[in-house]
């Protein structure tokens, strides 16, 4: 391997630098506090804490006080400027979802946004420039050198983009700074990008949960689940923070101090109350959550000091550290419903009346959402919210509606506020997992203002919040109800259909609801309201969970069914994609057999009938009426043709005659055998 060059790279463009008149930081040397403390904090190249030292730092500031911190790293080899993997990406992540550290140490890129990273974890600052500079000497000694320039962001969830060709670093020079930032904005990431980076990083949170409750469960003892769970909410909230009015909660101050007020829970309840104060959510969902944090955050045990610090303490540390860069970088994600759904699958659930708990898988809500036609008009609600799952995938379409088809910033901002505020609405009867439905809808920014502590079916249909004396004007519903409820949980729908006006549904429930568990149910149903598909979902969706067999129901509102309507029935055993169930897993769930696409055209045959036929086949999809009076003939299949083909019949005879043969050439072999 050729001699690396990289204290001339270091010289060649350290002296570029200073040339421009900027007040460039070496290795050793500080930027800020801030940005120092990140640095140390965040694992370093070789996956220890730690040692973080960009080879120069810089932070500058554009014509509008914004400032953006600089990193480089050098390299003196050939070939070291980038790693990229298939996508195009910088691979910083192995395919099990580990930092990929020997990209991170050998590649300059590769290791300045390793540095971004450790911003958009640890400081306030969320958009930031990782530079790469690497070259060799050709035969006459002359210095070949390579940049690579890359924006690193909230915006690309840190994964960052290339900003574009250079030579030299000139674009850092005051003059050109302004129209170098301008180049930055206009930045534009595809949708397919941004979702497969998006896909990227929720696997890392799935990897980053598993390793995070392992932690906890093995090391932090005396904790029970709901104590877990409450610790995580609210490290969450005092850790995102509102920008200049309620700072971000450093580990550091908590000092692990045994008087009453100044203990560490003390103190993480103290910036609590001052971060929902700050929020715009009704006086008595803050008291709930206070009240329900106070019982976790406030007991002896875990402020108790031992060997200087406090359970708290380590808990808190352990969830920044682990998790931290997730919810900063603003995933919508269902990201309290991942929490959940790890959480509790390691102990169980402690009363029995819980085991019915079961959250709905992203990729699921999110098939029920556009099976229930959500755009960004919709009012939606769910009568059983959960972690609000459904309810943060709704919003993720709608958003994204709204994004494809308003053109005005202004008029965009107003309507993602109004969806926010106004087109969401879940009822949640169960404390705790109405706990996590306020904190999903709050970090989602916030959708928290409807997600009501209430039993649906004494709820009266009206906002909880903003307009109360009015009623929620819903025209989609999502549901994944508690199957040991009247008919598996029909009962919530028939409730739920009955207070709207228009619109359509979509439920997944337990498939004996449609084979006689809700006959009286959904006879009352189909008086008011259309089936439209009953759709067979794969029997592991819920693997780890529940084991049942679960179908998809989809209902057009306030149309009383016909007996000649049809109905739309599929067999989706197959959706693409391969389960397992290993708790140390990286990632459970694989695309092996085009899931995307399949999901894609699920929709499309719900909607628009047999004509989207491509990757299924007629023996999956199938046309018929329903019974309005039967309601237990919702689960129909295609009908398997037995009788014989003039084809099945030539196949029988050739097998036949090809039997007789080998027994003819046989029973001669054995004549000769004896003959001889």
Known sequence: MAKSIEPDIAQLANGWLQSYGLDVKLEQASLNSEIDKALGEYESKGGGKGGNRPDAKLLLEDKNQKYYPILIEYKGQKNKLVKLNKEGQVENT???????????????????????NALLHYTSYTDIIAIGITGNKDSKGNIEHEIGVYYVSKSNYGAGQKIGEFT????????????????????????????AIKEQKEREIDASLVKLNNDIYENEKGLGEKDRIYLVAATIMATIGIPNKVPILEKEELKSQAFEGGR?????????????????????????????LQNTLTTENINKITNGESQVKRVFSKIVDDIGIYYKIGLTTDFTGKLFNEMYGWLGF?????????????????LLVKLARVNKDSYVWDFATGSAGLLV????EMLKDAKDSIDSPDELAQKQLKIKAEQLLGVELLPDIYMLAILNMILMGDGSSNILNEDSFDFDGKYGFGKTDEKFPADAFVLNPPYSADGNGMNFVQNALDMMNKGYAAIIIQNSAGSGKAVDINKKILKKHTLIASIKMPVDIFIGKSSVQTNIYVFRVNEPHQKDEMVKFIDFSNDGYTRSNRKKASNNLKDTDNAKGRYEEIVNLVRFGKSKLNIFSEKEYYEDTIDPENGADWNKSAPIDTKPTLEDFKKTVGDYLAWEVGNILKGQGESQELGK
Not at 269 to 284: C, D, T, V
Not at 350 to 366: E, F, G, H, R
Not at 393 to 396: C, H, L, T
């Open 94 to 116: 192995k395919a099990k979802h580990e930092p990929h550290y020997t990209n991170i140490k050998d590649y300059a890129v590769n290791g300045a946004v390793h540095y971004a």
């Open 393 to 396: 995938a709704a919003m993720n």
């Open 350 to 366: 402690s009363q029995d009346k819980l085991n019915d708990v079961v959250l709905t898988p992203s990729y699921i809500a999110t």
């Open 168 to 195: 030299d670093l000139s674009f850092l020079a005051p003059k050109n700074f302004d129209a170098f930032i301008e180049k930055v904005k206009h930045l534009q990431l595809s949708l397919k990008e941004l979702e």
């Open 264 to 292: 560490d829970g003390d103190i993480l309840l103290g910036r609590i109350k001052a971060f929902l104060s700050e929020k715009n959510i009704p006086q008595k969902k803050k008291d709930f959550i206070i009240r329900t």
